[in-house]
């Protein structure tokens, strides 16, 4: 059974940093052919993309360009965003997507509080 499991959430000041993690199981070849994704969603507005990785490029919302850093590890199945000098507007649940070979799976999320 594919599960992916977010974890690295909590609460942090603005400018703090955070490491969420999405750790992949039941891939039958790993999370190797898949395409990554980070995505997050605020109280109240709809879910939103914040970074993606494939096999050959990355890609990040205008909003968190220069400040988060998608990366995986597909021996260790896992894919991480490295998120420095947050913001308020950072605040949300994050979601791990696995799109490929013509499925897409999510994660249930991870909390994360920007707030002094």
């Known amino acids: 059974q594919v599960q992916l499991v977010e974890s690295g959430g909590g609460l942090v000041q603005p400018g703090g940093s955070l490491r969420l993690s999405c750790a992949a199981s039941g891939f039958t070849f790993g999370i190797s052919n898949y395409g990554m994704w980070w995505y997050r969603q605020a109280p109240g507005k709809e879910r939103e993309l914040v970074a993606?990785?494939?096999?050959?490029?990355?890609n990040y919302a205008d909003s968190v360009k220069g400040r988060f850093t998608i990366s995986r590890d597909n021996e260790k199945n896992t894919v991480y965003l490295q998120m420095n000098s947050l913001k308020p507007e950072d605040t949300g649940v994050y979601y791990c997507?696995?799109?490929?070979?013509?499925?897409?799976?999510w994660g249930q999320g991870t909390q994360v509080t920007v707030s002094s």
């Open positions: 997507q696995a799109y490929g070979m013509g499925s897409g799976y």
């Open positions: 993606g990785i494939t096999s050959t490029r990355t």
